[in-house]
């Protein structure tokens, strides 16, 4: 078995995108899809790390890019300002995320009908928002995500199964926040569920998070646990 | 392989207790404990059969007994009038549960440097108070459990892992009971995890569950996501 990838570029209000596939070569015939939706900087190494573990997990994981082909914040003013439009414009984020869902889908190596999706950060917002327009996936994952109740598709009924894992001390998502995505989710009608880790801030699968002031801290108990929840979560919602 | 088991009587305070332990005859040498600590009404088949799940896994199963050998209540109210004196006298309850603890514990079969305890129901609020009192142990799992603290070993540390199953339409575990339970096991220094169901009521791993009044359905999906917490805990918690 090895891993391939491929760049997968695609289009949406005419900015240029750029995604990466990441396939198990031995496997054979159409694989389910997992997109991979970015951290605020922007598509990075660690969105395509995370598409090649799904990969070896036998999905097609799809590292979705929604800034630009090439587009990488280096500093929390650059990313910031990369992420704020989107979180000004929900309408034009969900666009964009459905326009990178339907790029991956296309691919002759994805089962069309298999699809979920996992996110960091303001990527568990996006793959939330996947969920609250209605997006026709198996399944989300919001790992450390933002939860900010998207008003422009308040009350369209979720379909899509959603788990949240979060950290307790996260001082970007907070309690009031947490309980708030239950009563959301709820009225949704999802079916949802929320992992709650103790003692744990903003970030903690990402390794180079250390700045507990800023609230970004990597946990590798947490990381781990996170990994072996995800994995659970698309062998049921994608069999 | 084969599961087999084996009564375990033991005596506590002078009462003559009966706990069932379940073990894989194909496995060799000592195997990690897990007690499955019994919900209101008494050691039933409910936790033997989970003490023989457990046994599948190669540990070894021990359901352990509190009210006294063959004691198990018929009706809510000899439910409650068993329960009652041991929510009521929590020194009483943590002594009792550790009697259990050592009897399994003293068991050929048993690794004693490798235990882990589960409970359902009152079962999770006993496991949370063998955590509590500061036992000896690798893990516990609250399945949708009381949270109630106990206020005599208030301020111990907690040096066993956490996990609490919890359905957030539990009646008797209040949205108010799980968020102080947060707090409770933060101040005490847990390692603590809480998974919340959506959608979900007490008693949601027991299929004779079927009474929405009162607030206990049971919920095959909540069931199965659960039992794989609790298998990926242990594999954790008892490596």
Chains 1, 2 share one sequence.
Not at 57 to 70: E, M, N, P, T
Not at 87 to 92: G, H, K, N, P, V
Not at 151 to 160: D, K, L, Q, S
Request: aromatic share 8%; glycine share 8%; hydrophobic share 45%.
């Amino acid at each position: 078995m090895a891993i391939i990838t491929r760049d997968v570029d695609y289009e949406h209000d005419g900015v240029a995108l750029r995604g990466q596939l990441a396939l198990d070569d031995a496997t054979d015939g159409p694989r389910p899809l997992v997109l991979v939706s970015h951290a605020w900087a922007g598509r990075s190494p660690f969105e395509d790390d995370k598409a090649r573990a799904l990969a070896e997990l036998g999905y097609a994981g799809f590292a979705l890019d929604l800034y630009g082909a090439g587009v990488l914040g280096n500093s929390t003013e650059e990313n910031s300002a990369l992420m704020t439009p989107f979180i000004e414009d929900r309408a034009l984020l969900q666009d964009r995320l459905r326009s990178a869902l339907a790029a991956a889908r296309a691919q002759d190596e994805v089962d069309p009908g298999r699809c979920a999706a996992i996110g960091f950060c303001f990527g568990g917002l996006c793959v939330l928002d996947l969920a609250r327009c209605g997006t026709d996936l198996r399944g989300v994952v919001s790992v450390h995500g933002l939860f900010m109740p998207a008003a422009n598709v308040a009350g369209t009924p979720i379909t899509a199964k959603v788990l949240a894992l979060h950290g307790w001390d996260d001082p970007m998502a907070t309690h009031e926040q947490a309980l708030a995505l239950t009563q959301e989710m709820t009225a949704a009608g999802a079916d949802w569920q929320l992992h709650v880790y103790g003692n744990t801030m903003h970030a903690f699968t990402n390794p180079a998070a250390n700045d507990p002031d800023f609230g970004t801290v990597y946990d590798a108990t947490a990381d781990r646990r996170a990994w072996q929840s995800i994995r659970d979560f698309l062998a049921e919602v994608l069999a």
